[in-house]
């Protein structure tokens, strides 16, 4: 049982019949009154943000939640195939299961994922992953690192802005948070 006077950024809970993760949360003592907590929570299954107000000491489960490293195989069209690194079980998953995931999943990539009472919930992909470019407009003579930038499709299929001097075949590491370059990877 987790109580409001526990409630921490990250903590998750079981509320609604679902499993949610504290975003954020604020205390506040009314004069004579109880304590109450305003709490803005992420549902861990469909990925909506809320706010909620609690009273001080209300209880919460919580969620049966399990991690598990996967590695993302392959994708055949319509699903995207993983297997857990312990059992070689191959578990599929499509596009809005993935969700943003999907962007930077590479053949062969270690992920974690997780799961909610037996069911996948959500993929989380390294911070930074090294894609090449696959396609980008050339670079000419002159093009500085610091003079600007262009886009470039990666091999996974994102976009995102690089650099004039990079081209084509160029293996870049983004940051899967925001989906911006970081650096040139030798």
């Known amino acids: 049982m987790i109580s409001t006077s526990e409630f921490r950024k990250g903590a998750k809970i079981e509320y609604k019949g679902a499993p949610h993760e504290i975003i954020d949360y604020q205390h506040h003592k009314m004069g004579r009154g109880g304590a109450i907590i305003r709490a803005k929570l992420k549902n861990l299954i469909t990925g909506s943000i809320f706010d909620d107000s609690f009273k001080g000491g209300e209880k919460f489960e919580s969620p049966n939640l399990e991690e598990k ?47 909610y009472s ?17 396609k980008t407009d050339p670079g000419f003579k002159g093009d500085t690192a610091s003079g600007g930038s262009k886009p470039a499709v990666l091999e996974s299929g994102v976009t995102v802005k690089v650099p004039f001097h990079l081209n084509e075949g160029d293996l870049i590491r983004v940051d899967t948070r925001t989906s911006e370059y970081i650096e040139r990877v030798k």
């Open 69 to 115: 490293s996967m590695q993302y195989l392959y994708s055949d069209g319509e699903h995207y195939h993983f297997m857990d690194n312990e059992t070689y079980e191959q578990i599929p998953l499509n596009e809005e299961q993935l969700g943003d995931a999907r962007k930077f999943l590479k053949e062969n990539m270690g992920v974690k994922m997780m799961f």
């Open 118 to 134: 037996g069911a996948p919930i959500a993929v989380e992909v390294p911070m930074f992953v090294e894609l090449a470019i696959v």
